[in-house]
């Protein structure tokens, strides 16, 4: 199992980004958070086994239909033991 922390700017908000990176999350049995940030990028933290982590953090450099991807950071993390897979809405 892996922690990784994602950074996503361009254009990754109003456009579904959290909702379609919560559904490819759940697709790869991946687990984690994703919330908009106020300097209009996305964060995302995720967790899950190396392979499927792999296919997810693929997807999320191409985002959802209407995602134009300008900076991609990532990076690793501390395990937390994420349950799920949720939209933080703060």
């Known amino acids: 199992m892996e922690h990784l922390r994602l ?3 361009g ?18 049995d991946v ?3 994703v919330r908009n ?3 209009g990028s996305v964060y995302i933290e995720a967790e899950g ?8 953090v ?5 985002g959802p239909l209407g995602a134009k991807i ?4 990532v990076e690793e993390g501390t395990f937390k033991n ?3 897979f949720d939209i933080d809405h703060n």
Request: charged share 30%; glycine share 6%.
């Open 11 to 28: 254009r990754v908000q109003r456009i579904g980004f959290r909702f379609q990176s919560m559904q490819t999350a759940y697709k790869y």
């Open 37 to 39: 940030m106020e300097d």
């Open 7 to 9: 950074r996503i700017y």
């Open 49 to 56: 086994e190396h392979g499927n982590m792999e296919k997810f």
């Open 58 to 62: 693929e997807w999320c450099k191409i």
């Open 31 to 33: 687990r984690g958070m």
């Open 82 to 84: 994420y349950t799920s």
């Open 70 to 73: 300008e900076k991609f950071l």
